[in-house]
């Protein structure tokens, strides 16, 4: 089982009402905030950032964008800030918000952390936030 860092719900909760007034994303898609390039562990084996094939990606989710009739499905998962994303390898297009996030003051890091933003049918698994 591989285990990787995630912020909590409350801090996506914060992210997404103070980014909610900056922007949205698109039709059919998601923000989210991943760990950026982070050693995991499967067991007590550490597998290092640079290391990508059969790691799983994940991301906590901050915004949602209008979602239309024919992704209806996704709603209920993504309602709510915080839920936990896996996406596939080459998914997603990063986007630069440091500057709103740091206008915010809230404290993040960006050798640590990236914003991405994900088509709904690039989303693989839903799952919640152990961290609240």
Not at 25 to 32: A, C, D, F, G, Q
Not at 34 to 57: A, F, H, M, N, Y
Request: charged share 25%; glycine share 8%; with cysteine.
């Amino acid at each position: 089982m591989f285990k990787l860092n995630h912020i909590s719900v409350s801090l996506a909760c914060k992210l997404a009402n103070y980014l909610s007034n900056t922007g949205t994303p698109t039709e059919n898609r998601v923000l989210i905030l991943s760990p950026k390039d982070q050693d995991t562990r499967v067991g007590s084996i550490i597998v290092p950032g640079s290391t990508k094939e059969g790691v799983p990606r994940e991301g906590v989710v901050i915004i949602t964008g209008p979602i239309t009739e024919d992704y209806i499905t996704y709603k209920p998962l993504l309602k709510n800030p915080g839920k936990v994303l896996t996406y596939g390898l080459y998914a997603g297009k990063e986007v630069d918000l440091w500057e709103d996030v740091k206008e915010a003051g809230i404290e993040l890091s960006e050798d640590k952390w990236e914003f991405t933003v994900l088509a709904l049918n690039e989303i693989i698994y839903v799952h919640d936030n152990k961290n609240v």
